[in-house]
């Protein structure tokens, strides 16, 4: 009896709000001891990765944007050689979601700072292998959507009525017969069908790769950062 050990039990909580206002001031040892850090995460976030000689914006067309084709390629880009290298496969397409791009980039100096303003959540890429009629409902899913999602390594192109025409996967006409791969963000894959973008998905390989990183390594690969509304995603006129 004596090893015997009473539990305790919750009877009252106390908290208080602290205001955050002028009346509180800066501890200056803090403020020497994180200084040095501070510096150099800023020099590192500040230094220019590549120039962008006119800005790359999310509103300056209806169904395909600048700032989307750039992420969507960047995406392509840097994904295809990594899963290649680790699956031996091709990456066929990419999609992403408009709401995760953050910001768009200005004019000037492109850094890594801007990077985590346009991504900054810890979103990694995953590829995931959709049968093609998942792939159809994928399609479907973006022609009906509220806002345009970026796509690269693929063109749709709708009718006047809003129908789809045609759908070309890497130069080639959709094909339902086959699988695909197409790299996401994993924040989509976790999201499945509740988001309306992968109904069913027959494998997924996960990169190990935050999105900002792609970017960030993409910029320093270039002069210059260049994006422009293009004939990727389309309607009649």
């Known amino acids: 009896m004596s090893c015997k050990q009473e539990k305790g039990s919750l009877s009252e909580i106390e908290g208080r709000q602290i205001q955050i206002d002028s009346t509180l001031h800066t501890a200056d040892s803090i403020s020497s001891f994180i200084k040095p850090f501070k510096d150099r995460i800023n020099d590192v976030l500040d230094s220019a990765l590549a120039y962008a000689p006119k800005p790359l914006l999310l509103e300056d067309s209806e169904h395909n944007t600048s700032m989307g084709n750039l992420m969507a390629d960047i995406v392509l880009l840097e994904t295809a050689p ?76 709708m009718g006047k009525n809003g129908g789809l025409e045609s759908v070309t996967i890497n130069g080639m006409p959709f094909d339902e017969n086959r699988n695909y791969f197409v790299a996401t963000s994993d924040y989509l894959v976790q999201g499945g069908p509740s988001i309306g973008f992968f109904n069913e998905i027959v494998s997924t390989t996960d990169t190990g790769y935050l999105i900002r990183n792609a970017i960030i390594d993409h910029f320093k690969k270039i002069d210059t950062v260049q994006a422009t509304v293009d004939n990727r995603f389309i309607q009649l006129k």
Do not use: C, W
């Open 82 to 157: 990594l899963f290649r290298s680790k699956t031996g496969k091709e990456l066929d397409f990419v999609v992403l979601n408009r709401g995760g791009i953050r910001s768009i980039i200005s004019s000037g100096n492109v850094t890594a700072r801007n990077a985590y303003e346009v991504m900054p959540f810890e979103n990694y890429i995953s590829v995931v292998e959709l049968n093609g009629t998942a792939v159809r409902e994928l399609i479907t899913f973006l022609i009906t959507a509220t806002r345009p999602h970026p796509i690269a390594g693929m063109q749709i192109v």
